[in-house]
């Protein structure tokens, strides 16, 4: 466990000095931030709204579809292409460990730049009500959405061998996932199959309910999960070396 | 030694496979597990969409299933666009209670009537509605239907000729309290017998609807009631299942007074208990004074006149008489009177009531009694002064309910807060809330004024200083690391 | 001490290893020598428990532990500095080697002192705050051997720890490993044979997979003098002096060499020649010995194969 940390304080420590990640803070807060304001105008500031226009729409899924890839490629691809892979492991630390904390650091890494949008909210409740609730419910949304798509990250870091393939590979998995919803095409308003759709949409989860503060304990459950399943076959690919 | 290499690989091959199903076979379950079992909260302001204990009190006691149906014919103008957003919520709310309680409410089913008009055509006649029958909310339990309109799941103020900038916007939210009504409503054995009066020269039920009572009938039908005419002047019995005798006062050319006998049978229909609304003729009697007078109303001569504003700042006396006064104690108003309500009858009689009867709806003081025919011009002797529009009384076990105007009816007017007063005391009158016009809660709205500095200060915030704060962040990052090194 | 029977490891259908056996005897520093490609990087990367061999590896055993069956308890037993160490350039010396000494178990409040400890031990002090990418190539082999003293593991694997140190920083390395000698057992592999000469007490020599030779310092020493060559140029031209100088007992082989001749032996025969060329009557210009280098005996071992 204290290895764990030990990992991600790492790995974080790394994220955070290098510049890369501080362009794409910069490049989120800006894009994120122009997007909040047009969302404001077009609600034409109906602060109940605001919240479901800000965490939804297209630049938004765009935010969150690229990047946890962006994030996560250079994770394990990279260190595997230099070789300090190998001297990470020969400490006799576990595959486990390595992949909970890559993914911890980059889920944390990415939990920071939607925090870091929170100033504008502040600003908005000092000449409105925000609907806090309905605030935190979204944001709970986008941390269990995100931490599906860094887990997406991870193994596609770990399963290829330059991190622009797995950046490649990471969007790839998580436009299949976000997909999902468009089934909905193939069946009839009322069918039963559409409320299973409905458990496995990224957008369903995020638009129609935490972004209106409705909280349902299937979002949670698929979304923990997932991360959980992708986390461990990532533990096992890393293992194949061995066998 | 090779053995054990051998063996090593083998046995985290299998395992591997072995651990792999085991976890897929759990990650199925826990999800089948929660699909069926979730629990849901709201944790919005409001908490609008919360399933509470007695909504599953209700939708437990529910006997049998109930279907949902919603055809959309979307409408991009802005009321279009306001009515959409609350079928919508009323379709989300309605799926909440579906989830909390799939054997009892199946899936709202909602098709959009332009884009699937095939299967709009195969629904509609598997569920014998209308063509117009969109943008409402149409329940089905057994043979039972109830129909809501948008107007019955919110009070929409839109715009009017003195504001016409003014988008419409939802006042009162109704929508949980509609849906929960209705519930009630479908489920019971027992329709709602309305008798409309006829022969007297009234508006047929049916027909064309420009000339008839067909859109007024399908309206009563759709709030749970069983409709027939009963043609007094040929019988003179009311039956005894009747909850509600409607007179309406007026149709093509000219209405007959009700003769004695036919008094006669409504005395004894309000003895046993039944209901009575009176839609008053324009002009002369309807037949029913004594017994409207043993009540403590009588009708007063002439037509209430108003200065009516018009667009473009002019105002000109005309006969369309708003009623914009209620009772705030009568069960038909009590729920209204929160609302800033304007019916608006053209014409209407004006009534004087005396105890036992109440004044449910009156003018403001700037109206007056035109006695003479011809233009109204506002002269010193006519009375002054609000005019009572309508009124309702007990009378014996019944009750009495008695309005100024009967165009009301006609299916041109029969839309806004004139329907709304007019289905208030219908509901009171036969005894049984066919759907309660009031309740409901004003809609929980943060809009904030978004002015020019508003706009500004967002603006900067959003594209300068928070941005600027990274760049700012970067650049410390980037300096003190190259310090010491 | 490092025990190695029967070791085979194939990546595909390459084999890389052939059934390699060898010992490192505690406290001692072996040379673990070959060309480019001979698998001395495949030995130690399966002697850090990052690749698992081929079945049919009969023994792998680190300071008592059984590599296969324990690679946990193993690693912690050793300390390996890679060829070319990969360190994060980003990070500074003490945040990379802290975040190793927790990786490594290191408790929270020793870890300062244990970090002071190895940086002196590599004398390294002077760099402890600069960031990894701005050292040379000399400070950052010693900061990878810091790393890899974390701890203080009984073990030490160094892969080519020279290449590319200039003769200054090659000499201070040397010291530094005589301090660790005894109290570490250290592999340390190389091409670089003129260094394994100097540092080793043991070699142990691979070429295509295969061990060629395994010896302590005093063996190999009387394998390089005999294995040496005698040199002599005589003045003008004598014929068939090859064939005179093969009837002298012991010679094995004579090359000409230049303007002289390269004379293989199993014993020294500079007497013999001496007194050959005093009766034929030869001007000697030239006559001296060539003991062999181990350089030399590397290009005939890895050339030809097993050495007898």
């Known amino acids: 466990m204290s290895r764990v940390i030990s990992l991600t304080r790492r790995d974080l420590l790394g994220l955070f000095v290098s510049p890369v990640a501080w362009v794409i803070i910069f490049v989120f807060l800006l894009v994120m931030g122009l997007t909040f304001h047009l969302s404001l105008l077009g609600v034409d500031g109906d602060l109940r709204q605001l919240v479901a226009a800000t965490y939804g729409g297209l630049v938004f899924w765009f935010m969150m579809l690229v990047i946890p890839p962006l994030v996560a490629m250079r994770a394990l691809a990279e260190e595997r292409r230099l070789g300090s892979l190998e001297m990470l492991m020969t400490t006799g630390v576990s595959d486990a460990a390595v992949v909970i904390a890559k993914w911890l650091a980059t889920w944390v890494f990415f939990l920071f730049l939607w925090i870091c949008l929170l100033p504008l909210w502040a ?42 393939a797995s950046a490649a590979l990471a969007i790839a998995l998580n436009m299949g996932l976000f997909l999902i919803h468009w089934l909905r095409f193939l069946y009839q308003p009322g069918d039963l199959q559409l409320r299973w759709i409905d458990h496995f949409s990224a957008v369903h989860h995020l638009g129609d309910e935490l972004t209106r503060g409705i909280f349902d304990l299937r979002i949670p459950v698929w979304w923990g999960t997932f991360t959980i399943l992708m986390l461990f076959v990532t533990t096992k690919v890393l293992e194949r070396r061995r066998w | 030694m090779s053995d054990f ?55 437990e006691a529910l006997p ?19 009515r959409l957003r609350v079928l919508s919520q009323a379709l989300r709310w309605l799926d909440e209670l579906s989830q909390a309680a799939p054997g009892a409410l199946r899936l709202p089913v909602s098709v959009d009537v332009n884009r699937d008009g095939d299967r709009w055509e195969v629904l509609r006649s598997q569920r014998g509605l209308e063509a117009d029958a969109v943008n409402r909310i149409h329940l089905f339990c057994g043979e039972r239907r109830l129909s809501l309109d948008v107007d019955d799941l919110a009070l929409i103020r839109g715009t009017s000729p003195l504001e016409p900038e003014q988008l419409p916007v939802v006042e009162v939210d109704r929508v949980r309290e509609s849906i929960e009504a209705a519930l009630r409503q479908i489920v019971q054995d027992q329709l709602t017998e309305i008798r409309i009066s006829q022969g007297s020269g009234e508006l047929p039920l049916e027909g064309s609807r420009g000339v008839s009572l067909q859109a007024f009938c399908d309206d009563l039908e759709a709030r749970g009631a069983h409709v027939t005419g009963v043609d007094l002047t040929l019988d003179g019995v009311i039956e005894t299942d009747t909850d509600l005798l409607l007179v309406i006062g007026g149709g093509i050319g000219r209405f007959e007074p009700l003769g004695a006998s036919v008094r006669r049978a409504i005395d004894r229909h309000l003895d046993n208990g039944g209901g009575v609304l009176v839609l008053l003729p324009s002009t002369g009697i309807c037949g029913l004074e004594d017994t409207m007078a043993a009540a403590g109303i009588s009708v007063l001569p002439g037509l209430v ?35 800033r309500i304007m019916v608006r009858y053209m014409p209407s009689r004006a009534l004087q009531v005396s105890e036992p009867a109440t004044a449910l709806l009156a003018t403001g003081p700037g109206a007056w009694l035109e006695r003479e025919p011809g233009n109204p011009r506002r002269q010193r002797e006519e009375t002054p002064g609000p005019q009572i529009l309508a009124a309702a009384a007990e009378v014996g076990a019944g009750r009495l309910v008695v309005v100024g105007n009967w165009s009301t009816v006609l299916p041109g007017s029969w839309r806004l807060d004139a329907r709304r007063f007019l289905l208030a005391c219908c509901d009171w009158a036969c005894g049984r809330d066919l759907l309660p016009a009031g309740a409901g809660r004003e809609p929980v ?28 962040g970067g650049l410390l990052m980037a300096w003190a690391r190259r310090k010491d090194s | ?54 079945p049919g590896t009969v023994t792998l055993v680190v300071d008592g532990v059984d590599l296969l069956r324990q690679p946990q308890q193993a690693c912690r037993r ?19 080697l802290q975040f190793r000494a927790r990786l490594k178990g290191i408790s929270h409040s020793k870890i300062s002192t244990e970090l002071q400890r190895v940086l002196e031990e590599v004398d390294a002090s002077e760099v402890l705050r600069r960031r990894i990418g701005t050292l040379s190539q000399g400070y950052r082999q010693r900061v990878s051997l810091a790393d890899a003293l974390i701890g203080n593991p009984p073990v030490l694997l160094l892969d080519e720890p020279t290449r590319g140190l200039d003769p200054r920083q090659v000499t201070h390395f040397r010291q530094l490993v005589d301090r660790l000698r005894g109290d570490h057992t250290i592999l340390l592999s190389s091409h670089v044979l003129g260094e394994v000469e100097q540092i080793c007490d043991r070699i142990c020599m691979i070429s295509e997979g295969r061990v060629c030779l395994e010896e302590d310092r005093g063996a190999w020493t009387e394998r390089l003098a005999t294995a040496g060559s005698i040199r002599l140029e005589v003045a003008g031209v004598v014929e068939s002096i090859e064939k005179e100088l093969a009837t002298i007992a012991g010679v094995r082989e004579v090359m000409a060499d230049g303007s002289g001749w390269l004379i293989r032996s199993d014993t020294d025969v500079r007497q013999q020649i001496g007194t050959m060329a005093r009766q034929k009557g030869w001007t000697l210009l030239e006559l001296r010995r060539d003991p062999a280098t181990l350089e030399s005996l590397f290009l005939q071992l890895t050339v030809s194969g097993v050495a007898s």
């Open chain 1, 123 to 164: 600003l908005l409740s000092t000449v409105g009500q925000v609907d806090l609730g309905a605030l935190f419910s979204a944001h709970l949304g986008v941390a269990l959405v995100g931490a599906g798509f860094c887990s997406t990250g991870i193994l596609a870091s770990a399963v290829t061998s330059h991190p622009l």
């Open chain 2, 5 to 59: 290499i051998i063996q090593r690989r083998r046995k985290a091959r299998i395992h591997v496979v072995l651990q792999l199903l085991l976890l897929l076979w759990i990650v199925w379950v826990v999800n089948v597990w929660s699909f069926h079992q979730s629990i849901r909260i709201d944790w919005s302001q409001g908490s609008r969409m919360e399933v509470t204990a007695s909504d599953r009190e209700l939708l």
């Open chain 2, 64 to 82: 049998r299933m109930v279907e949902v149906l919603v055809p959309l014919d979307i409408d991009p103008s802005a009321s279009g666009r306001v």
């Open chain 2, 305 to 339: 006149a108003e200065i009516t504003a018009l667009p473009g700042a002019v105002t000109r006396p005309s006969y369309a008489a708003v009623g914009t006064r209620l009772d705030p104690f009568h069960p038909v108003t009590a729920s209204l009177a929160r609302d």
């Open chain 2, 445 to 472: 709205s943060n809009r904030i004024e978004l002015d020019d500095r508003i706009r500004r200060s967002f603006f900067w915030t959003s594209s300068a200083v928070l941005p600027g704060c990274a760049l700012l």
């Open chain 3, 1 to 54: 001490m490092i025990e190695v029977e029967s070791l085979s490891m194939s990546f595909g259908t390459r084999r890389a290893l052939e059934a390699i056996s060898f010992q490192v005897p505690a406290g001692s520093v072996t040379g673990f020598l070959g060309p480019n490609g001979a698998g001395k990087t495949t030995t130690l990367r399966v002697l850090t428990t990052w690749l698992l061999p081929d």
């Open chain 3, 78 to 96: 050793i300390g390996s500095v890679p060829e070319l160490a990969p360190m994060p350039s980003e990070l500074r010396v003490v945040e990379y």
